[in-house]
Every structure is written in structure tokens, then in C-alpha cells.
């Protein structure tokens, strides 16, 4: 390592040093994400009601966690629940269990699951940390703000 590269690493340093400290008072302003951050999972419908989940099971044979578990039924002329012949009767996702990687929301063929940018996802039992279907179709409760392009923290 050259001096010139020690010296090009201590101004950075300086630079950092004399920058004054940025505060954010996390539960009242939410730290922003960038916008390929993956969070929290959601189930879509269409605008008719009908769920995009055809109950096809790609995304527990994508997700390298093991972490869903999809239990698929056959829709009916008298309960229509998906576009498709089948639907997701039962929907999981064991979130502690999840990595994030996005895996489901790519082997997906119907848009049917995406991850949203909600990052708060504590939870007091270890039970509360499986979602159910319900759970997922619902928008997430706390939605975290985007970071703009070339934004600092």
C-alpha cells in the first residue's frame, strides 16, 4: 500500500469524523430502504377479489429455508377462490425460519407473492412468527419509507 493510498484513506476518515452525526429518532422516523429491499410477504388478489395463488406450490419448492408450507384444494362452482382449478387452502410462512432471498416471488409464475419493504417484523412468541394466510393477504400494518436515489441514511 502506497502513501498516497494511506493518505486517500485518511482524509475519508477525517472527512467521517468532522460530518456531524445524523440522528433519525428510529420509531417516529423510519430508517429508508432502498427499493430492492425484501421484506415482509404478501399475498395479491385481483381486482375482482379472486387470489392470484393457484395453490401450484413453486414457491415451497424454490424456497431453500423450507419455510412455506402450501396445502392446495380444488376450487368449486360453489366456492371460487383463485382464477385457476385449485387454490391455496392453507398459505404459511414460518418468518423465523425465512432468509429472505426472494426465491418464492421469483418461481412464482402469477405474481402471486412478492416481498414488501416492511422490515419490523418482531414478534413476543415464537408462534406469532408464523404467518398465516390471512396474515399475508393483509397489507403489512407499517410500511417503511423508500430511499431516493443518492440518498444518505
Known amino acids: 500500500m502506497s502513501i498516497q493510498d494511506q493518505l486517500k484513506g ?13 440522528t433519525l429518532g428510529y420509531p417516529e422516523n423510519k430508517t429508508p430502504v432502498f427499493p430492492r ?3 415482509r410477504h404478501r399475498l395479491w388478489t385481483y381486482e375482482n377479489g379472486l387470489e392470484k395463488c ?4 413453486l414457491c415451497v419448492a424454490a424456497c431453500p429455508a423450507d419455510c412455506i408450507r402450501v396445502v392446495a384444494e380444488e376450487n368449486t362452482a360453489e366456492l371460487r377462490v383463485s382464477a385457476g382449478e385449485r387454490f391455496a387452502r392453507i398459505y ?6 425465512c432468509i ?4 418464492c416471488e421469483v418461481a412464482c409464475p402469477f405474481d402471486a407473492i412478492t416481498l ?3 422490515y419490523e417484523l418482531s414478534e413476543r412468541d415464537r408462534h406469532e412468527l408464523v404467518y398465516t394466510k390471512d396474515m399475508l393477504l393483509a397489507p403489512a400494518p407499517k410500511q417503511a419509507p423508500i430511499r431516493a ?3 444518505r441514511v
Open 92 to 97: 404459511e410462512i414460518n418468518m423465523a425460519r
Open 37 to 39: 429491499f425484501r421484506g
Open 116 to 118: 414488501e419493504h416492511s
Open 10 to 22: 485518511f482524509g475519508i476518515t477525517f472527512r467521517t469524523m468532522l460530518s456531524k452525526p445524523l
Open 54 to 57: 393457484v395453490g401450484c406450490s
Open 100 to 103: 429472505f432471498c426472494g426465491y
Open 149 to 151: 436515489e443518492g440518498q
